[in-house]
């Protein structure tokens, strides 16, 4: 690639002394060279053994600040890069692998908190595209849910060595603000989409499977036309049309800081119930529950809470958690909060690991700790999550000690009692 180039994309990353740096298929270095020493890590992932050896000899000297890893990235398990904090992306990607690549490192969720990236120009046209052109679609819909992208700029094939047939565009994505959307499923919304773009030719509500006066309302509520195809929908329409199919019960729960809860002594003995918000701001005890949920891999749920939660908003947090309501049990709690959460009906009783005392670390809460094995599918809530995924124990706790603040202060309290005990996860 035509140097100039080089650093001009390399420039659009805005790269900071504290930034730990992706770069995907660096081949011999036109990107790299002008990245060295400039962030705090530099993570190089290439497919090509022969140009990974050759980077590592070649940036041997810069020790842990540059890895270089041999691996395709579309493949690439991007979760021990969370305990990295925010991680920008940059690459020259592959044409046959953009799409993959991008959903592997940019779906929630994601630790990439921005990216440059140079494609095919027909995949950066659909991923920018706008409603009632024919580049829209299932792409370009999902991805500007989460993601603002913005085109730079295109670039022809003299730039390049082999030359390729096609024109590349550089691409920029940076999250977009989480207020820009009604609250929402987002699994439900990627459902929605899918299932409406599955046939363009079709009116929307025939690939939905809805007419009549529902079509009718469905429409008037969002400002369309009956004919409309999806292509005419807005990101905004979209999710707006997902919310009325979404059965997720988090989306009829009210506000929760009036709502009366218990307050206990020092040994969760009942004393009055009050308003949950004057709980927290007089930091009364009080009760809860966390529940571990657990694939058959042994992987722990986490979840990173909404933006909207009153306390920890958008922090990492156990798979299930919450107050328990006046005069519920704790067992009770636990499952109703993988209910209202992650819409998960557990199929037997869950294991009660243990009980925390209330204190500073937990949030001035007695918490009982609940562990489900689960294998279903999850669905969340904008809410109440923002996103979450299943996370190796190793991982997280490495995360755990190297940036405890990206939690909840009760997660970090109730994982370490549970590696600390010796729990295991199957």
């Given at each position: 690639?035509?140097?100039?180039?080089?650093?001009?994309?390399?420039?659009?990353?805005?790269?900071?002394?504290?930034?730990?740096?992706?770069?995907?298929?660096?081949?011999?270095?036109?990107?790299?060279?002008?990245?060295v020493?400039?962030?705090?890590?530099?993570?190089?992932?290439?497919r090509?053994?022969?140009?990974?050896?050759?980077?590592?000899?070649?940036?041997?000297?810069?020790?842990?600040?540059?890895?270089?890893?041999?691996?395709?990235?579309?493949?690439?398990?991007?979760?021990?890069?969370?305990?990295?904090?925010?991680v920008?992306?940059?690459?020259?990607?592959?044409?046959?692998?953009?799409?993959?690549?991008l959903?592997?490192?940019?779906?929630?969720?994601?630790?990439?908190?921005?990216?440059?990236?140079?494609?095919?120009?027909?995949?950066?046209?659909?991923?920018?595209?706008?409603?009632?052109?024919?580049?829209?679609?299932?792409?370009s819909?999902?991805?500007?849910?989460?993601?603002?992208?913005?085109?730079?700029?295109?670039?022809?094939p003299?730039?390049?060595?082999?030359?390729?047939?096609?024109?590349?565009?550089?691409i920029?994505?940076?999250?977009?603000?989480?207020?820009?959307?009604?609250?929402?499923?987002?699994?439900?919304?990627?459902?929605?989409?899918?299932?409406?773009?599955?046939q363009?030719?079709?009116?929307?509500?025939?690939?939905?499977?809805?007419?009549?006066?529902?079509?009718?309302?469905?429409?008037?509520?969002?400002?369309?036309?009956?004919?409309?195809r999806?292509?005419?929908?807005?990101?905004?329409?979209w999710?707006?049309?997902?919310?009325?199919?979404?059965?997720?019960?988090?989306?009829?729960?009210?506000?929760?800081?009036?709502?009366?809860?218990?307050?206990?002594?020092?040994?969760?003995?009942?004393?009055?119930?009050?308003?949950?918000?004057?709980?927290?701001?007089?930091?009364?005890?009080?009760?809860?529950?966390?529940?571990?949920?657990?694939?058959?891999d042994?992987?722990?749920?986490l979840?990173?809470r909404?933006?909207?939660?009153?306390?920890h908003?958008?922090?990492w947090?156990?798979?299930?958690?919450g107050?328990?309501?006046?005069g519920?049990?704790?067992?009770?709690?636990?499952?109703?909060?993988?209910?209202?959460?992650?819409?998960?009906?557990?199929?037997?009783?869950?294991?009660?690991?243990?009980?925390?005392?209330?204190?500073?670390?937990?949030?001035?809460?007695?918490?009982?700790?609940y562990?489900?094995?689960?294998?279903g599918?999850?669905?969340?809530?904008?809410?109440?999550?923002?996103c979450?995924?299943?996370?190796?124990?190793?991982?997280?706790?490495?995360?755990?000690?190297?940036?405890?603040?990206?939690?909840?202060?009760?997660?970090?309290?109730?994982?370490?009692?549970?590696?600390?005990?010796?729990?295991?996860?199957?």
């Open positions: 690639m035509d140097d100039s180039a080089s650093q001009w994309i390399v420039e659009q990353l805005d790269i900071r002394p504290s930034d730990t740096i992706v770069e995907i298929g660096p081949g011999l270095g036109a990107l790299t060279k002008h990245m020493g400039r962030p705090r890590k530099l993570i190089l992932i290439e090509d053994k022969k140009f990974a050896d050759y980077l590592r000899e070649h940036y041997a000297g810069h020790g842990w600040k540059l890895e270089v890893i041999n691996a395709d990235a579309a493949k690439f398990d991007v979760r021990p890069l969370f305990k990295e904090g925010k920008k992306l940059i690459g020259n990607l592959p044409y046959s692998a953009a799409t993959p690549i959903e592997n490192f940019m779906d929630p969720p994601s630790p990439i908190d921005m990216a440059v990236v140079m494609i095919q120009k027909e995949v950066a046209e659909r991923i920018c595209a706008e409603p009632r052109t024919k580049q829209y679609g299932v792409l819909t999902i991805i500007q849910r989460r993601w603002n992208p913005l085109l730079l700029k295109t670039v022809g003299a730039l390049f060595y082999p030359r390729p047939e096609v024109d590349s565009t550089i920029k994505l940076e999250q977009r603000d989480k207020n820009a959307w009604p609250q929402h499923s987002p699994e439900t919304f990627r459902e929605v989409v899918k299932k409406g773009f599955a363009r030719r079709k009116q929307l509500h025939n690939n939905l499977s809805v007419t009549g006066e529902k079509w009718e309302e469905i429409a008037e509520k969002l400002h369309l036309e009956t004919s409309a999806a292509e005419e929908l807005t990101v905004r329409q999710v707006s049309l997902a919310n009325q199919f979404d059965k997720h019960p988090a989306k009829d729960l009210g506000p929760s800081n009036d709502e009366l809860l218990d307050v206990v002594d020092e040994h969760d003995l009942f004393l009055e119930r009050v308003r949950r918000s004057d709980i927290h701001k007089r930091k009364l005890l009080h009760r809860a529950v966390h529940v571990f949920l657990f694939n058959k042994g992987e722990i749920y979840q990173k909404s933006h909207h939660k009153d306390t908003g958008e922090k947090d156990s798979s299930a958690s107050h328990l309501d006046s519920e049990k704790y067992a009770d709690a636990a499952v109703r909060e993988l209910k209202e959460e992650l819409f998960v009906r557990p199929r037997k009783s869950l294991e009660r690991i243990a009980k925390l005392k209330a204190g500073p670390e937990t949030d001035n809460e007695f918490i009982e700790l562990r489900c094995d689960f294998s599918k999850i669905r969340t809530h904008s809410s109440e999550i923002d979450g995924g299943f996370f190796p124990l190793e991982d997280v706790a490495d995360w755990v000690d190297d940036r405890p603040g990206d939690f909840a202060t009760g997660f970090v309290t109730c994982f370490r009692h549970f590696i600390i005990k010796g729990f295991s996860a199957k």
